[in-house]
Nanobody, 116 residues
Framework: VHVVESGGGLVQPGGSLRLSCVAS????????MRWYRQAPGKERELVAT????????SYADAVKGRFTISRDNAKNTVYLQMNSLKPEDTGVYYC??????????WGQGTQVTVSE
């Protein structure tokens, strides 16, 4: 199983980024997918979740109305569109796939920095 994120970078406050996560090695369309982030000195936190069919997205309160999670099951890819970025959105963003309680996978992470 491989989970690979991309799309991070340096952006000014108010800007946008689109993260992508390509998964392989399992039947992508059967599983919910999640984005997490970890800011310097803080614990990793859940940002957004999308169910296997692409419906019922859910978001952390801190990103509601600014971030959108989506997926393309034909491309085995989940996305995180991030708009109106704030300095507090800075961190490493991770894609997460949980196939069973004991069988789960993290990507290597992609750095997002929001700064002037």
């Amino acid at each position: 199983v491989h989970v690979v994120e991309s799309g991070g970078g340096l952006v000014q406050p108010g800007g946008s980024l689109r993260l992508s996560c390509v998964a392989s090695g399992f039947t992508f369309s059967r599983y919910d997918m999640r984005w997490y982030r970890q800011a310097p000195g803080k614990e990793r936190e859940l940002v957004a979740t999308i169910v296997s069919t692409g419906g019922s997205p859910s978001y952390a309160d801190a990103v509601k109305g600014r971030f959108t999670i989506s997926r393309d099951n034909a491309k085995n890819t989940v996305y995180l569109q991030m708009n109106s970025l704030k300095p507090e959105d800075t961190g490493v963003y991770y894609c997460y796939a949980r196939l069973t309680i004991l069988n789960y996978y993290w990507g290597q992470g992609t750095q997002v920095t929001v700064s002037e």
